[in-house]
């Protein structure tokens, strides 16, 4: 038996979004569906390392500058509302619990305005 070795493009993979906007779960099943076979390791890779595999293996340069300049910003911002949701957890006030739901909400819509500032 021969194997037969496909010519892929990143056209023929037939993407609905960026590779950016892919969450780490839909990169790892596009390089285990596809068969890209140069990935190695994408099960145990982070999202950033996946993305600049997969454009390394088909050529594709960044046009823009790279990394967020808000990254760390969003970062904390995520780590105050996991803080927040296990505080939430734990107050029986229904009053707090509703500052601390809005509060919650005000800053996932800060995150989501300075993931889309760029």
Known sequence: MSQEILEMTFESL?????????????????????????????????????VVAIKGVFGIVDAEGGVSPYKDQIIS?????????????????????????????KLKKRTRRLSRAL
Do not use: C, F, H, Y
């Open 14 to 50: 037939g993407l609905t979004k960026t590779l950016d906007k892919m969450t780490a779960k839909e990169l790892r099943q596009l390089v285990v569906a596809k068969k890209i076979p140069s990935i190695v390791g994408a099960s145990g890779m982070q999202k950033d390392e996946l």
């Open 77 to 105: 911002t995520k780590k105050l509302i996991r803080e927040l949701r296990v505080a939430k957890g734990t107050v029986e006030a229904r009053q707090e619990r509703t500052q601390l739901r809005r509060k919650i909400n």
